[in-house]
């Protein structure tokens, strides 16, 4: 039992780290060619990839057995454009220099989908998770209060995002990647009509005369699916509360990426709100390490 929690940790951690780190890195080396056409490549070859994974891993009988049930698509036509305005908002922030205000939404949407699960579920509030979610509410009318300019709006955008996609999955019990493949069906219409503009306007940078490019956009499947699959597993093996506390290493690796290694500014402002942030954190996890 031990050693199947350790892998999970494992698991989980290295999914959260490929998020926070390689994610990053390799978003941001390829966002030269513009946050629209990354994003429809995220979606084309996140689809593409989930194909091939469905078929190594033989779940199309549990693809099929979804799309039976209205239910499922319904909600999951939902969450699939919940995922990819989490996607489109989070790769604008790379390619703009909004690493560390994209951080700041991964550092609170798992305080956020609490207040979500007290609302919609009726979960259980302790006096801990209460002052977490205050001091994130603090810290959002903290920068407002001191200036609109300051508000790191995409990082509120991916957090709400995000939660609220965790919120509508949470509505029915499907496998996770079966899931965001019928959710990034629902959404390759979309991509691939914005592919045909983008490439009948000569705007694109996915070219048959250029294959190393080709295979290097191709990647940005791989880059989505597989921290999926790691830390998927993760919460299989050790738990959701162990694996949340691990999910924390995605927003630390982009604060610091975004920081150290971008150079972007990190006003005095975003400075305070930050600290509240932290502290809300701290408490959120203290509480989760007793309850697990």
Request: aromatic content about 22%.
């Amino acid at each position: 039992m031990n050693k199947e929690f350790n892998k999970g940790l494992l698991f989980a951690g290295f999914g959260s780290f490929w998020w926070g780190f390689f994610g990053v890195i390799y978003f941001k080396y390829i966002a030269f060619i513009g946050h629209i056409e990354l994003v429809i490549h995220r979606s084309l070859w996140t689809t593409f990839t989930l194909i091939i994974t469905t078929f190594l891993f033989s779940k199309w009988s549990i693809f099929f057995k979804i799309l039976k049930i209205k239910k499922n698509l319904f909600y999951l036509f939902i969450s699939g454009i919940l995922i990819f305005v989490n996607w489109g908002v989070w790769i604008y922030a790379i390619a703009t220099n909004r690493i560390i205000d994209a951080s700041f939404g991964y550092f609170i949407m798992p305080i956020l989908s609490v207040m979500l699960g007290y609302i919609f579920f009726k979960e259980e509030l302790n006096k801990k998770r209460i002052f977490s979610i205050i001091l994130v509410v603090l810290s959002i009318l903290f920068l407002l209060f001191v200036s609109v300019k300051s508000l790191p709006w995409v990082g509120i955008i991916v957090a709400f995002s995000w939660s609220f996609y965790n919120l509508v999955r949470k509505k029915i019990n499907v496998d996770t990647d079966v899931g965001l493949l019928i959710e990034s069906l629902f959404i390759l219409p979309i991509a691939l009509l914005v592919f045909y503009l983008i490439v009948n306007n000569g705007y694109n940078d996915f070219k048959l005369s250029d294959p190393p490019m080709m295979l290097f956009i191709f990647l940005a499947g791989p880059m989505t699916v597989i921290p999926l699959f790691l830390y998927v597993r993760g919460v299989e093996l050790c738990g959701l509360g162990p694996a949340g506390m691990i999910f924390y290493i995605t927003p630390t690796f982009q604060f610091l990426l975004g920081y150290f290694y971008y150079n972007e500014p990190f006003s005095i402002s975003k400075l305070v709100s930050f600290i509240f942030i932290w502290f809300a954190v701290i408490i959120y996890l203290k509480d989760l390490h007793e309850t697990n």
